[in-house]
């Protein structure tokens, strides 16, 4: 069986038979979608592992994003032989599941190696058992790369050659490989503090950007949400008939609806838009709205000291109160997969007022999103 942490109610992919020997067929389904549905199968130059990504996010294996849009024969091999190492790491290895950062970071390695056996005219069997080969990869690729080779090899040895069909350097070297890439982490120097006075610029920017955009969020949002109903509304005039005829809209022949600059003018934003920088179209109010959603996620980091991939999984009802000796403390409910093998756990953060306004102006697009694809978030935190 797979060794993947499967959420309730999903479906896992095929089981696969150790005994014959051989790769699955390129038919074998590696994962599936909750209603059952083949989200991939083994043959397939692309894996969907979002089936099986706790965060729920687009969570691709790409197998031949190195070899460009027209590989070549031995291209084609060395892909092959990516796929049964990745089918190793999640069929065969022993232990718990690996996370899906873990398969990426396996990936990326696999690949960076391809890569370099295709321009060296080697074999991805010499990269993993022969020092000199492995010696000259590392010159080439960086030694970032050295702790997660050893861990590679450690990993595939814990298999067994007679399953992974792969020779391995000797222990001594694997040891010797891990040694060396913890000691280019240890070299790695810390970033000098930022000086106070520009730090609180870097914080000043982004508030400046949620006040400004607060004052006009009902406006903005409106627009953008009507725009969002009406698939001709806000759009030139070769646009609306182009819509017109690819939707099957009926219209009134020389009728049209007014253009975004009109809008703009409707609504009271024309000065905001010019002001920001932002091209007079929807895509111009798509990216005004990621420009502050994008000031909001560093406001919560600031604020909460949370990491990337947390703040970037927030559930929408994240924030609560505690009062606690007549003083009320601001939560930031969520998840987080440190310390815990990449699963995730629920935890929490304490936050400020300005992280509590961050958090609702990222929930205020948030709505427009939901309102727009008729969906209702969630009660639960997780």
Same mark, same amino acid.
């Given at each position: 069986?797979?060794?993947?942490?499967?959420?309730?109610?999903?479906?896992?992919?095929?089981?696969?038979?150790?005994?014959?020997?051989?790769?699955?067929?390129?038919?074998?389904?590696?994962?599936?979608?909750?209603?059952? !549905?083949?989200?991939?199968?083994?043959?397939?130059?692309? *894996?969907? *592992?979002?089936?099986?990504?706790?965060?729920?996010?687009?969570?691709?294996?790409?197998? !031949?994003?190195?070899?460009?849009?027209?590989? /070549?024969?031995?291209?084609?091999?060395?892909?092959?032989?990516?796929?049964?190492?990745?089918? #190793? &790491?999640?069929?065969?290895?022993?232990?718990?599941?690996?996370?899906?950062?873990?398969?990426?970071?396996?990936?990326?390695?696999?690949?960076?190696?391809?890569?370099?056996?295709?321009?060296?005219?080697?074999?991805?069997? =010499?990269?993993?058992?022969?020092?000199?080969?492995?010696?000259?990869?590392?010159?080439?690729?960086? %030694?970032?790369?050295?702790?997660?080779?050893?861990?590679?090899?450690?990993?595939?040895?814990?298999?067994?050659?007679?399953?992974?069909?792969?020779? &391995?350097?000797?222990?001594?070297?694997?040891?010797?490989?891990?040694?060396?890439?913890?000691?280019?982490?240890?070299?790695?120097?810390?970033?000098?503090?930022?000086? /106070?006075?520009?730090?609180?610029?870097?914080? !000043?920017?982004?508030? @400046?950007?949620?006040?400004?955009?607060?004052?006009?969020?009902?406006?903005?949002?409106?627009? #953008?949400?009507?725009?969002?109903? =009406?698939?001709?509304?806000? +759009?030139?005039?070769?646009?609306?008939?182009?819509?017109?005829? *690819?939707?099957?809209?009926?219209?009134? +022949?020389?009728?049209?609806?007014?253009?975004?600059?009109?809008?703009?003018?409707?609504?009271?934003?024309?000065?905001?838009? %010019?002001?920001?920088?932002?091209? &007079?179209?929807?895509?111009?109010?798509?990216?005004?709205?990621?420009?502050?959603?994008?000031?909001?996620?560093?406001?919560?980091?600031?604020?909460?000291?949370?990491?990337?991939?947390?703040?970037?999984?927030?559930?929408?009802?994240?924030?609560?109160?505690?009062?606690?000796?007549?003083?009320?403390?601001?939560?930031?409910?969520? =998840?987080?997969?440190?310390? =815990?093998?990449? +699963?995730?756990?629920?935890?929490?953060?304490?936050?400020?007022?300005?992280?509590? @306004?961050?958090?609702?102006? !990222?929930?205020?697009?948030?709505?427009?999103?939901?309102?727009?694809?008729? #969906?209702?978030?969630?009660?639960?935190?997780?």
């Amino acid at each position: 069986e797979p060794k993947i942490n499967l959420p309730t109610k999903y479906s896992a992919p095929d089981s696969y038979d150790a005994t014959a020997g051989r790769p699955p067929a390129s038919d074998f389904v590696v994962s599936r979608h909750i209603d059952g !549905a083949v989200a991939s199968r083994y043959g397939e130059p692309v *894996w969907d *592992w979002t089936p099986y990504n706790h965060t729920g996010k687009s969570s691709p294996l790409m197998f !031949a994003s190195w070899c460009g849009e027209r590989p /070549t024969r031995s291209q084609l091999a060395l892909v092959e032989e990516i796929h049964w190492l990745m089918f #190793v &790491l999640i069929w065969l290895r022993p232990g718990r599941p690996l996370s899906y950062a873990s398969l990426l970071n396996y990936l990326l390695l696999l690949t960076r190696i391809a890569r370099f056996v295709d321009e060296n005219a080697v074999s991805i069997k =010499n990269v993993l058992s022969d020092p000199e080969t492995i010696l000259r990869f590392l010159e080439s690729a960086g %030694e970032w790369y050295a702790r997660l080779l050893a861990s590679l090899i450690r990993t595939l040895r814990s298999i067994g050659e007679p399953l992974t069909r792969c020779p &391995l350097v000797s222990r001594a070297l694997q040891k010797a490989l891990s040694a060396r890439g913890k000691a280019h982490r240890t070299n790695y120097q810390q970033v000098p503090p930022i000086p /106070t006075r520009i730090y609180s610029e870097m914080l !000043a920017r982004p508030m @400046r950007e949620i006040d400004e955009f607060e004052e006009i969020a009902d406006q903005y949002l409106a627009l #953008v949400e009507a725009c969002v109903a =009406n698939p001709l509304l806000g +759009r030139t005039k070769c646009q609306q008939l182009d819509v017109a005829r *690819w939707r099957g809209i009926e219209r009134v +022949r020389g009728k049209y609806y007014p253009g975004f600059s009109a809008l703009l003018q409707e609504y009271g934003l024309l000065d905001y838009f %010019e002001r920001k920088g932002l091209a &007079l179209t929807l895509k111009g109010a798509a990216r005004g709205l990621s420009r502050i959603n994008l000031c909001a996620k560093l406001l919560i980091h600031a604020y909460s000291g949370m990491r990337y991939g947390e703040a970037r999984n927030l559930p929408y009802h994240c924030l609560k109160q505690h009062t606690h000796a007549g003083r009320v403390h601001h939560l930031i409910l969520g =998840n987080t997969t440190k310390h =815990n093998r990449g +699963r995730k756990k629920a935890t929490r953060w304490v936050t400020s007022v300005e992280g509590v @306004r961050a958090v609702e102006i !990222a929930r205020r697009i948030a709505d427009l999103v939901y309102r727009a694809l008729r #969906v209702t978030p969630a009660r639960s935190p997780s």
